[in-house]
């Protein structure tokens, strides 16, 4: 990254800071669920409105939902969004709007809505900083529990004992999450032919040592390179890196998904490796360019990389996108050792026991609130839960003698699915389709997850993602405010991202220099007050 882009960085995230902070200011304590539930209609203390039957006046929510330019795709308006409304809005006497909320820039999304009043009622996140980070900016409105029970009993049902027990921050309730069952679908793939032509097997891959002897191998038949990527929004990159077993105090010290560890020996490790693959032209030359997964695609699919990491669908449309340019392209997943350095253990990031993490809008009214807990009840209705997952009976699947839907990859019709089976609709109930037993949706889960003709690699995800099942562990949660976190992370994320590509891209016999230097930048801007910060929180015992 060059100068005049950092700065420009920068700047932009000092200007949406301060819009931000313009309008909030103690909201979280001010126009609360506790304040707003007062009783009201001659409604008694403890009692709520009946709207079973609708409101009397239109009542309008508006809903975040991830804008991840699928192709072809309004994520605001298509045959879903006019179901929604056809069946629970127009029920209730309430207008449901999509808000679309860009994956790869969420945050900064989230941040502009918030400044110019026209955030969504619901304020998601997967990772708990960002969250509290929310939290900490008062844009969210304490809660009453009461009160989502009484609008919203299904998912309560589902969700209530998750919510008391991590949904507390300083004495209030503030969020409530959608559930995440124990599985993951996000894949790590390489080129098998790629592999094969320099006289090795994937299987051979058994530590980074061979992955990277075998990136040497690509190198000399002139094959290609492996896919990289500008570090960003998530930082869980040194996990492979570290050894095990890794200290709690440790972890809680320097795991953190908004703020990069950037200082420990772990972290130089990561970045020596990428260093050595850079400067032997290993590794994708622009991957600083590569700010989006739109561009590492591209260069998978022309041929130019030999691995790509994506979530595993079945109607993914890498594989036909590859085969066009390369119609002898043969696809395998990456073993659970083949990144990690001989010695180490396959240490990655476990989910906490919950997917998003919501909190509602400051400025969202009583009446909005209970829509939204309305919206969640029906949402949480099996068969319509079914359908967002699914489609139409007979059009975009049909089901089997166990009752397991099986989808049409074929289908194009009016009804037809998002790219990633419209999960981005009803993860704010859950993260993973499930059916009544585990064998079952184990069996659906494969389904969703394997490609036609590719069976094979959901197979072999699922058997590493158990494989590496012991050597996951879930970052600290801090139960207290991060002040410095807040005040530092955006100038310190751009800061990161100038300085690891700075390392990155330095001559061999430089990066301990280079190295150390931007180490000491990086402690002055901030990080090392994050780090004291942190170790008063962990001494006084404010993290799980």
């Not at 998750?162 to 390489?190: L, S």
């Not at 002897?213 to 492996?226: D, F, Q, S, Y």
């Not at 990289?228 to 890794?246: D, I, K």
């Not at 908004?258 to 490796?273: G, K, W, Y």
Request: hydrophobic fraction near 40%; proline fraction near 4%; include cysteine.
């Amino acid at each position: 990254m060059n100068k005049k882009g950092f700065v420009s960085l920068m700047m932009a995230s000092v200007m949406t800071a301060g819009m931000l902070a313009g309008c909030s200011g103690n909201n979280n304590n001010n126009n609360s669920a506790g304040s707003s539930n007062a009783p009201a209609n001659n409604l008694a203390e403890g009692e709520f409105a009946d709207y079973s039957q609708g409101f009397k006046e239109k009542v309008t929510i508006d809903i975040p939902v991830y804008e991840r330019a699928f192709e072809g795709w309004n994520v605001t308006d298509n045959y879903y969004t006019r179901w929604v409304q056809s069946e629970f809005g127009d029920k209730y006497n309430i207008e449901v709007n999509y808000v679309p909320i860009t994956r790869s820039s969420e945050v900064t999304d989230y941040e502009q809505l918030l400044a110019s009043h026209k955030a969504p009622d619901i304020i998601f996140h997967y990772d708990m900083p960002q969250a509290l980070t929310y939290y900490g900016e008062d844009v969210m409105q304490p809660l009453n529990y009461e009160e989502i029970e009484n609008y919203a009993p299904t998912y309560w049902a589902n969700m209530g004992e998750t919510i008391k027990q991590y949904g507390t921050v300083d004495d209030q309730n503030i969020f409530f999450f959608a559930a995440r069952p124990e599985a993951d679908n996000f894949v790590n793939m390489i080129r098998k032919d790629w592999v094969e032509k320099v006289g090795m097997k994937v299987e051979d891959l058994t530590s980074l040592e061979k992955y990277n002897e075998m990136l040497v191998k690509w190198k000399e038949a002139g094959l290609g390179v492996t896919a990289g990527n500008l570090l960003q929004n998530n930082f869980n990159y040194n996990y492979a890196f570290r050894e095990w077993p890794v200290d709690k105090e440790y972890r809680a010290l320097y795991s953190d998904l908004s703020v990069a560890d950037f200082t420990t020996a772990d972290t130089e490790r990561f970045l020596r490796n990428l260093n050595y693959q850079y400067n032997n032209g290993l590794i994708d030359k622009e991957f600083y360019l590569r700010s989006d997964d739109n561009k590492v695609k591209a260069e998978f699919v022309a041929g130019k990389t030999g691995t790509y990491a994506t979530y595993l669908t079945n109607n993914a449309d890498v594989f036909a996108a590859t085969l066009a340019n390369n119609p002898e392209a043969e696809f395998a997943v990456i073993p659970t050792y083949a990144l990690v350095p001989e010695g180490n253990k396959p240490q990655q990031r476990a989910y906490w026991p919950f997917g998003f993490i919501m909190g509602i809008n400051y400025e969202t009214s009583a009446e909005e609130r209970a829509a939204v807990w309305m919206y969640l009840e029906w949402l949480s209705q099996p068969e319509n839960l079914f359908k967002f997952q699914n489609g139409v009976e007979g059009e975009n699947y049909t089901l089997d003698a166990e009752g397991i839907a099986v989808k049409n990859p074929d289908f194009k019709g009016e009804s037809v699915l998002a790219q990633n089976n419209n999960k981005d609709y009803w993860a704010l109930v859950t993260e993973i389709a499930q059916y009544p037993d585990a064998e079952k949706t184990l069996k659906s889960n494969m389904r969703n997850w394997s490609p036609a003709g590719y069976e094979y690699l959901a197979e072999d995800m699922v058997k590493y993602y158990n494989e590496a099942a012991e050597f996951r562990t879930p970052d600290a949660m801090f139960t207290t405010v991060l002040e410095k976190v807040n005040e530092y992370k955006a100038d310190l994320n751009s800061l990161f991202q100038d300085l690891y590509v700075k390392t990155v891209l330095a001559p061999e016999a430089e990066f301990d220099a280079v190295y150390a230097e931007a180490k000491e930048a990086y402690l002055n801007a901030g990080y090392q007050e994050i780090l004291d910060e942190k170790q008063a929180a962990i001494d006084a015992g404010k993290f799980r």
